[in-house]
């Protein structure tokens, strides 16, 4: 379908992901939203919770060229700087990333309209229709770019598309309602029940997203709800049992487990961030917590199972 | 692709071994020690057959070659040395000694003289050669075929244009003579249903009804006779095997072990000289038949072709009437597959490097439609594909035809093979296949019945190739036509005179361009009309001749041109890094006028020294062929249309179809070695894009953006084989629904997109680990993480190493 140039708002998105295989059935393109209401510790992509544009840096990839530097309308290039980039004085105009030619200096995060956007995703239709996959959008949080992603979600239907969503449940229900016409699934994160652990740990309380989780199910939205599996802090049994009597008291009985990765912590230095995470959260999960928290959920009744495929024992 | 160099890369001997602890538990014992001794058997070499074959030609030197080989070849089968294990029930090896390579110097001797007293020392395949036979092949052997051989006779009459394309690498001619000899569709059936007395009986008949005033009258009857000769030769084994068992069976350790040595006694005394009854019978036929092919041909890759059509009628009613079970046919199965691996060929040091560990290939065809257009597949299909997942050999090498009918169960149990980190086969597209053959004009039946030679080489039904004789170094070309004719590196021959390839338009560039890559072409050809009346006269086959089609009512040999059809294959090596270069120049030089072609060629020549910031500018800001921007796909699908124009307007010196490829084996590193910096940013030696493939690491955007750039390409112009090989992590595979998905986009890529071949390596430890130490070369190696598939080398180093263990796990499931 052609899309309305009025209604061609762009949206800013993170990246790309085709040939992706855990975000609903067949194969898959996920489209990642920049922008996040919440801002988990463990957050796995840390780029992506900032709403606004922003540079990244890896160091080595650099070659030392200094067009950057010339490029650079902000003087916010330092080459005696840890981290190269004033974050003061960087406006996230592009200029840097344009020009550095090893891509040392990198974009996050790039403006797509609708229609191009629909196009980028449209590549792999064939595959999509071999396979019964589809699009998926995640984020951050998709729902923060409600407009966009509402015509995004309209346009892919209209193209025939089959489509996901993956929110952390944080939204306006209204909001959530509206999008409901042009979801095939939903994966709705359950992270924290405990509304003050999970404002301790994601920064934002948990009332509206619990909400949002009974509402989806009471209207037969077609919804998996889904656990990251962070040691300690959400594969906790006082956790697991409070999210296994959550899903029976509103009637489901299976959960999606996504391990967690330490992966994203290098990404840190690539924003400039200098914290360094808990000890915690700087090695992976391994293979006996992730089944010792299927256990758990067992144990109440609840059948989990990894999104990622059968666990390898170790 | 290779059945391709990182496939070919894990086989290594003591990758090998540890296959063998990997393979399935549940083999019998005496496959388990059949499997285990030839994956443990040193290589060694086999004189018999060189010094026969010599004998033979020095004894009568009047006599046609075709009878001087055949004689040869039949004095090597009555002399072999042969014995028969306390295991085996299939009966026969081509060599003395439980893992040999037999040598053919005739066909090329400077190497064997060359690097004769390095057989036991090189850096990778060794073989071991005792003193006096060193001796005996040096004084006896190869002094007589010195500047002798049929390859010495082929260069002295090529041009010198030609030896300044060979020695700069920039064409390699094959033809047979080198490396590769991706033979033809061998009528096994032939000899199931006829048998070699039937075979020696047509060619008597044929022989009698030879005109008086025929003017090739002298031919066809030394023709015939080499057959009869020939087939003889292999009845001949047969018999010693037969009275050896007989003879074993009184002194046989057990009462079943007399039992079952007297049914070879028999089997061998039958087949196959007579056609063959019973499923054993046949195995013993073929098996026997193959060792007659190896003692005349350089032997290193004999397709067996598609087995599932030509044993199936002997399986099916053995197990509906003769009381065989499914199991015992598999474990004769497994005995065959298990044969191939006593195989070996002495190559080259050069040639062997291309191999990449792996010398010879035999590779049978599976699946696919029959002649009548409607699915072939049946139970020993299947059976077939259980033997291959047992053992886990580096032979026979396994190709799968697959088409949109192809039954489910039979999709799933290739796929399921195919990512299981076996790493043992490779999937073909029959649509394509098919209507490329027909569009050259083969018949629908023939073009059906295709079978895979060796690689990714397909042949029809009843022709003669060879579809790998010659190579042409894509980006090589590129670097001469950029400097006048002059290579940029390791100058060696003389200069051409080019013009300048200085243009106001891209156009313009690329017209010029492509009328380099013609004269390239037809030279090309020119010097394998050459190669081809060498063969003629100095290679003829009568042993492959009785089993290809056409032959005997002909009266030619296959080299003379008898076979129904023919065809001959040239490569272009490196089209990804072609297109990625042509597109970087059309890009800077033209569209956007940012330097001048001098610019660009001065870089090139200085290997980009003092140019890193442009080198990483075209590395990582220019359309990239593997990421679906048809800026640069579309160049590479010009190219290949290109080609096949200049290659229909001639027919080859046996009046075949000329034949475009686009594989590489482990070429594209080697031949990347001698090939300056190219515009796509890579440096100076490095390797090529292999087979129709992006360049290494260039893929960025996943797998199904790759595929559908190499897609853009049309196969149907590509029949003498494009390899695509991916690499997966075996992450990528942990469960029955990512499989799934595998199989989806393998359908996806064949059906819905016209792809023609894929392979899948599943990318091992080692590879991780290299990735780990060259991240910049291992962008395309994707992983699975965190619900995605995520690039390897952006994983921090913990994970890595998680990925690591993780893929160790998988990789032997
Ligand atoms: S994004 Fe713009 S302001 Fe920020 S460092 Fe780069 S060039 Fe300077
Ligand atoms: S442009 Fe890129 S490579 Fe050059 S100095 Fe800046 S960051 Fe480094």
Redesign the pocket.
């Given at each position: 379908m052609d899309v309305h140039p009025e209604n061609d708002m762009t949206g800013l998105v993170l990246d790309i992901q085709r040939y992706s295989l855990d975000d609903g059935p067949g194969i898959r393109t996920t489209v990642f939203l920049k922008g996040c209401p919440l801002s988990c510790r463990w957050c796995q992509n840390p780029e992506s919770i900032s709403p606004a544009p922003e540079i990244g840096?890896r160091a080595e990839r650099?070659?030392?060229?200094?067009?950057?530097?010339k490029a650079c309308p902000a003087d916010a290039i330092m080459f005696d700087n840890a981290d190269r980039i004033d974050r003061g004085r960087c406006t996230a105009c592009g200029a840097?990333a344009e020009?550095?030619?090893?891509r040392?200096?990198f974009a996050v995060g790039k403006r797509y309209s609708i229609s191009k956007l629909l196009e980028e995703v449209k590549r792999d239709a064939a595959f999509y229709e071999e396979s019964g996959g589809g699009v998926t959008l995640s984020g951050g949080e998709p729902t923060l770019q409600f407009d966009f992603t509402l015509a995004f979600l309209k346009a892919c239907k209209e193209a025939g598309l089959n489509t996901a969503i993956e929110t952390n449940g944080l939204a306006a229900s209204d909001n959530l309602r509206k999008l409901l016409p042009y979801l095939d699934r939903i994966y709705f994160d359950l992270k924290i029940i405990n509304s003050v652990e999970h404002q301790r740990l994601t920064g934002a309380d948990n009332r509206q997203i619990l909400e949002n989780a009974r509402m989806l199910v009471e209207c037969r939205a077609p919804v998996d709800f889904r656990l990251p599996v962070v040691p300690s802090m959400t594969a906790n049994k006082a956790n697991i049992s409070e999210i296994g009597v959550f899903l029976k008291k509103v009637g489901v009985r299976e959960i999606g487990l996504c391990p967690y990765h330490e992966n994203w912590v290098t990404k840190l230095s690539w924003l400039g961030r200098r914290d360094s995470p808990p000890a915690e959260l700087q090695k992976p999960l391994t293979s006996e917590e992730l089944l010792s928290v299927i256990d758990m959920f067992s144990q109440e009744g609840i059948n989990a199972r990894s999104v990622e495929g059968e666990i390898a024992a170790r | 692709m290779t059945t391709t160099a990182s496939r070919k890369s894990a086989i290594d001997d003591s990758e090998l071994i540890s296959a063998a602890v990997a393979a399935r538990g549940d083999l019998s014992p005496r496959i388990a020690r059949m499997r285990e001794q030839v994956l443990r058997a040193p290589r060694e070499i086999s004189l018999v057959r060189a010094r026969e074959v010599t004998k033979a030609v020095k004894q009568n030197p009047d006599r046609p070659r075709a009878i001087q080989l055949a004689l040869g070849m039949k004095e090597a089968l009555r002399k072999l040395p042969i014995s028969i294990s306390d295991d085996e029930r299939i009966a026969g090896a081509h060599g003395e000694k439980t893992k040999c390579a037999v040598l053919y110097p005739e066909v090329k001797s400077d190497f064997l003289i060359a690097e004769l007293q390095n057989f036991t020392e090189r850096e990778t395949l060794r073989f071991s050669i005792t003193d006096e036979e060193k001796r005996e092949l040096r004084e006896e052997i190869l002094l007589f075929w010195k500047n002798k051989s049929a390859f010495d006779d082929m260069m002295s009459r090529q041009s010198e244009d030609i030896h300044f394309l060979v020695d700069n690498i920039a064409i390699v001619i094959q033809n047979d003579f080198n490396g590769a000899n991706h033979l033809a569709h061998i009528d096994y059936e032939k000899v199931l249903q006829k048998g070699f007395e039937g075979i020696i009986d047509e060619a008597k008949a044929a022989m009698a009804r030879i005109e008086s005033d025929d003017p090739e009258r002298e031919g066809k009857k030394s023709f015939y006779t080499s057959v009869i000769i020939a087939s003889e030769g292999v009845i001949g084994l047969a018999s010693r095997y037969s009275q050896l068992a007989h003879a074993s069976a009184s002194g046989a350790t057990s009462h079943e072990r007399a039992q079952e040595l007297r049914e070879i006694a028999e089997i061998c005394e039958r087949v196959p000289a007579k056609p063959a009854r019973t499923f054993q019978e046949a195995l013993q036929a073929v098996w026997l038949t193959f060792i007659g092919i190896a003692q005349l041909d350089v032997g290193q890759e004999i397709p067996l072709g598609r087995v599932d059509q030509y044993l199936y009628p002997y399986y099916r009613s053995d197990v509906e009437e003769g009381g065989l079970t499914r199991s015992e046919a598999l474990e004769l199965l497994e005995e065959f597959y298990i044969k191939f691996n006593k195989v070996t060929i002495l190559g080259e040091y050069a040639v062997t490097k291309v191999n990449d560990g792996n010398t010879s290939r035999y590779e049978l065809t599976l699946g696919g439609v029959g002649k009548d257009g409607k699915d072939a597949t049946n139970a020993f299909s299947y059976l077939a594909l259980e033997a291959v997942n047992n053992m886990r050999l580096i032979s026979p090498n396994v190709a799968v035809r697959l088409h949109p009918d192809s039954p489910e169960a039979f999709v799933n149990a290739t796929t399921n093979l195919m990512t299981n980190g076996a790493n043992v086969m490779h999937v073909f597209n029959d649509e394509v296949m098919v209507k490329g053959a027909t569009r050259l004009g083969w018949p629908i039946q023939a073009a059906r019945d295709y079978v895979l030679t060796g690689c990714v080489e397909p042949i029809p039904g009843s022709t003669y190739g060879s579809p790998c004789s010659a190579f042409i170094n894509g980006p090589k070309i590129l670097e001469l036509f950029l400097n006048g004719g002059r290579p940029m590196i390791s100058v060696c021959g003389d200069e051409q005179d080019l013009p300048s390839p200085k243009c106001s338009s891209f156009a313009e560039f690329y017209g010029k361009f492509t009328d380099y890559l013609r004269s390239i072409l037809e030279k090309t050809m020119d010097a394998l009309d050459i190669a081809c009346e060498i063969q003629k006269r100095l290679l003829p086959n009568p042993i492959l001749s009785a089993l290809i089609d056409g032959t005997v009512e002909n009266g030619k040999d296959i080299k003379s041109g008898g076979a129904r059809y023919n065809l001959l294959g040239i490569d272009l090596l490196g089209i990804g890094t072609l297109a990625d270069s042509l597109a970087a120049i059309r890009k800077i030089v033209y569209d956007e006028r940012q330097h001048n072609l001098e610019e660009v060629v001065e870089w090139l020549k200085s290997g980009f020294r003092g140019y890193e910031k442009e080198r990483q500018r075209l590395l990582n800001h220019l359309p990239k062929y593997g990421n679906n921007d048809p800026y640069v796909d579309e160049i590479a699908k010009d190219i290949v249309d290109f080609m096949d124009e200049v290659l229909k307007e001639k027919r080859t010196y046996r009046n075949g179809s000329w034949v475009l490829g686009l594989h590489s084996e482990a070429h594209h590193v080697y031949q990347g070695a001698i090939v300056a910096a190219m515009p796509n940013g890579r440096p100076e030696g490095e390797m090529l894009s292999a087979g129709a493939g992006p360049t290494p690491g260039m893929d960025r955007e996943g797998p199904t953006s790759s595929l559908r750039s190499m897609a853009t390409i049309d196969y149907t112009k590509v029949y003498a084989g494009a390899s695509c090989n991916m690499r997966f992590n075996p992450t990528l595979f942990s469960n029955q629904e990512s499989v799934g998905q595998f199989a989806s986009m393998l359908k996806t890529y064949f059906f819905r997109l016209g792809g023609q071949h894929l392979q899948v390596t599943v990318a091992d430890t080692e590879t991780l680990r290299k990735a780990q130490q060259h991240p910049e070369k291992y962008e395309d190696l994707f992983v699975r993480i965190a619900g995605y598939s995520a690039r390897f080398i952006d994983l921090t180093k913990p994970t890595q190493e998680e990925v690591i263990r993780r893929s160790e796990m998988c990789a032997c499931g």
């Amino acid at each position: 379908m052609d899309v309305h140039p009025e209604n061609d708002m762009t949206g800013l998105v993170l990246d790309i992901q085709r040939y992706s295989l855990d975000d609903g059935p067949g194969i898959r393109t996920t489209v990642f939203l920049k922008g996040c209401p919440l801002s988990c510790r463990w957050c796995q992509n840390p780029e992506s919770i900032s709403p606004a544009p922003e540079i990244g840096f890896r160091a080595e990839r650099c070659i030392g060229c200094r067009t950057c530097q010339k490029a650079c309308p902000a003087d916010a290039i330092m080459f005696d700087n840890a981290d190269r980039i004033d974050r003061g004085r960087c406006t996230a105009c592009g200029a840097c990333a344009e020009g550095c030619p090893s891509r040392a200096m990198f974009a996050v995060g790039k403006r797509y309209s609708i229609s191009k956007l629909l196009e980028e995703v449209k590549r792999d239709a064939a595959f999509y229709e071999e396979s019964g996959g589809g699009v998926t959008l995640s984020g951050g949080e998709p729902t923060l770019q409600f407009d966009f992603t509402l015509a995004f979600l309209k346009a892919c239907k209209e193209a025939g598309l089959n489509t996901a969503i993956e929110t952390n449940g944080l939204a306006a229900s209204d909001n959530l309602r509206k999008l409901l016409p042009y979801l095939d699934r939903i994966y709705f994160d359950l992270k924290i029940i405990n509304s003050v652990e999970h404002q301790r740990l994601t920064g934002a309380d948990n009332r509206q997203i619990l909400e949002n989780a009974r509402m989806l199910v009471e209207c037969r939205a077609p919804v998996d709800f889904r656990l990251p599996v962070v040691p300690s802090m959400t594969a906790n049994k006082a956790n697991i049992s409070e999210i296994g009597v959550f899903l029976k008291k509103v009637g489901v009985r299976e959960i999606g487990l996504c391990p967690y990765h330490e992966n994203w912590v290098t990404k840190l230095s690539w924003l400039g961030r200098r914290d360094s995470p808990p000890a915690e959260l700087q090695k992976p999960l391994t293979s006996e917590e992730l089944l010792s928290v299927i256990d758990m959920f067992s144990q109440e009744g609840i059948n989990a199972r990894s999104v990622e495929g059968e666990i390898a024992a170790r | 692709m290779t059945t391709t160099a990182s496939r070919k890369s894990a086989i290594d001997d003591s990758e090998l071994i540890s296959a063998a602890v990997a393979a399935r538990g549940d083999l019998s014992p005496r496959i388990a020690r059949m499997r285990e001794q030839v994956l443990r058997a040193p290589r060694e070499i086999s004189l018999v057959r060189a010094r026969e074959v010599t004998k033979a030609v020095k004894q009568n030197p009047d006599r046609p070659r075709a009878i001087q080989l055949a004689l040869g070849m039949k004095e090597a089968l009555r002399k072999l040395p042969i014995s028969i294990s306390d295991d085996e029930r299939i009966a026969g090896a081509h060599g003395e000694k439980t893992k040999c390579a037999v040598l053919y110097p005739e066909v090329k001797s400077d190497f064997l003289i060359a690097e004769l007293q390095n057989f036991t020392e090189r850096e990778t395949l060794r073989f071991s050669i005792t003193d006096e036979e060193k001796r005996e092949l040096r004084e006896e052997i190869l002094l007589f075929w010195k500047n002798k051989s049929a390859f010495d006779d082929m260069m002295s009459r090529q041009s010198e244009d030609i030896h300044f394309l060979v020695d700069n690498i920039a064409i390699v001619i094959q033809n047979d003579f080198n490396g590769a000899n991706h033979l033809a569709h061998i009528d096994y059936e032939k000899v199931l249903q006829k048998g070699f007395e039937g075979i020696i009986d047509e060619a008597k008949a044929a022989m009698a009804r030879i005109e008086s005033d025929d003017p090739e009258r002298e031919g066809k009857k030394s023709f015939y006779t080499s057959v009869i000769i020939a087939s003889e030769g292999v009845i001949g084994l047969a018999s010693r095997y037969s009275q050896l068992a007989h003879a074993s069976a009184s002194g046989a350790t057990s009462h079943e072990r007399a039992q079952e040595l007297r049914e070879i006694a028999e089997i061998c005394e039958r087949v196959p000289a007579k056609p063959a009854r019973t499923f054993q019978e046949a195995l013993q036929a073929v098996w026997l038949t193959f060792i007659g092919i190896a003692q005349l041909d350089v032997g290193q890759e004999i397709p067996l072709g598609r087995v599932d059509q030509y044993l199936y009628p002997y399986y099916r009613s053995d197990v509906e009437e003769g009381g065989l079970t499914r199991s015992e046919a598999l474990e004769l199965l497994e005995e065959f597959y298990i044969k191939f691996n006593k195989v070996t060929i002495l190559g080259e040091y050069a040639v062997t490097k291309v191999n990449d560990g792996n010398t010879s290939r035999y590779e049978l065809t599976l699946g696919g439609v029959g002649k009548d257009g409607k699915d072939a597949t049946n139970a020993f299909s299947y059976l077939a594909l259980e033997a291959v997942n047992n053992m886990r050999l580096i032979s026979p090498n396994v190709a799968v035809r697959l088409h949109p009918d192809s039954p489910e169960a039979f999709v799933n149990a290739t796929t399921n093979l195919m990512t299981n980190g076996a790493n043992v086969m490779h999937v073909f597209n029959d649509e394509v296949m098919v209507k490329g053959a027909t569009r050259l004009g083969w018949p629908i039946q023939a073009a059906r019945d295709y079978v895979l030679t060796g690689c990714v080489e397909p042949i029809p039904g009843s022709t003669y190739g060879s579809p790998c004789s010659a190579f042409i170094n894509g980006p090589k070309i590129l670097e001469l036509f950029l400097n006048g004719g002059r290579p940029m590196i390791s100058v060696c021959g003389d200069e051409q005179d080019l013009p300048s390839p200085k243009c106001s338009s891209f156009a313009e560039f690329y017209g010029k361009f492509t009328d380099y890559l013609r004269s390239i072409l037809e030279k090309t050809m020119d010097a394998l009309d050459i190669a081809c009346e060498i063969q003629k006269r100095l290679l003829p086959n009568p042993i492959l001749s009785a089993l290809i089609d056409g032959t005997v009512e002909n009266g030619k040999d296959i080299k003379s041109g008898g076979a129904r059809y023919n065809l001959l294959g040239i490569d272009l090596l490196g089209i990804g890094t072609l297109a990625d270069s042509l597109a970087a120049i059309r890009k800077i030089v033209y569209d956007e006028r940012q330097h001048n072609l001098e610019e660009v060629v001065e870089w090139l020549k200085s290997g980009f020294r003092g140019y890193e910031k442009e080198r990483q500018r075209l590395l990582n800001h220019l359309p990239k062929y593997g990421n679906n921007d048809p800026y640069v796909d579309e160049i590479a699908k010009d190219i290949v249309d290109f080609m096949d124009e200049v290659l229909k307007e001639k027919r080859t010196y046996r009046n075949g179809s000329w034949v475009l490829g686009l594989h590489s084996e482990a070429h594209h590193v080697y031949q990347g070695a001698i090939v300056a910096a190219m515009p796509n940013g890579r440096p100076e030696g490095e390797m090529l894009s292999a087979g129709a493939g992006p360049t290494p690491g260039m893929d960025r955007e996943g797998p199904t953006s790759s595929l559908r750039s190499m897609a853009t390409i049309d196969y149907t112009k590509v029949y003498a084989g494009a390899s695509c090989n991916m690499r997966f992590n075996p992450t990528l595979f942990s469960n029955q629904e990512s499989v799934g998905q595998f199989a989806s986009m393998l359908k996806t890529y064949f059906f819905r997109l016209g792809g023609q071949h894929l392979q899948v390596t599943v990318a091992d430890t080692e590879t991780l680990r290299k990735a780990q130490q060259h991240p910049e070369k291992y962008e395309d190696l994707f992983v699975r993480i965190a619900g995605y598939s995520a690039r390897f080398i952006d994983l921090t180093k913990p994970t890595q190493e998680e990925v690591i263990r993780r893929s160790e796990m998988c990789a032997c499931g």
